[in-house]
């Protein structure tokens, strides 16, 4: 209820009149996934923020120094040379 902005005290009382109880639901509903929409786009934009900074410095295999396109590419190149230097 605190999340749907509606007041724990008197929720009885608005509740009785069926109409404005379910005006107060849909509104909270509304606003509430508003909130969380607005988190998980904040969520999404420092999640894209941080891969590009990764694609920025490239993924280097630190055994011999080859550029791969993708963080699964070169941990595979990196296990596939570590074999082969052996
Ligand atoms: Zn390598």
Same mark, same amino acid.
Not at 12 to 24: G, P, T
Not at 42 to 61: L, M, P, V, W
């Given at each position: 209820?605190?999340? @749907?902005?509606? $007041?724990?005290?008197? %929720?009885?009382?608005?509740?009785? *009149?069926? *109409?404005? %109880? ?13 909130? %969380?929409? &607005? ?11 941080? &891969? ?6 490239? @993924? ?5 120094? !080859?550029?791969?396109?993708? !963080?699964? *590419? ?9 074999? $082969?230097? *052996?």
């Amino acid at each position: 209820m605190t999340e @749907f902005n509606i $007041d724990r005290r008197h %929720w009885e009382r608005l509740a009785e *009149v069926r *109409v404005e %109880w379910r005006k107060s639901i849909n509104e909270g509903c509304r606003i509430y996934d508003e909130a %969380w929409l &607005g988190i998980l786009a904040q969520k999404r934009i420092r999640r894209h923020t941080k &891969g590009s900074s990764d694609c920025a410095e490239g @993924f280097n295999c630190h055994i011999c120094g !080859r550029k791969c396109r993708s !963080r699964i *590419v070169s941990f595979s190149h990196a296990k596939k040379c570590r074999l $082969d230097s *052996v």
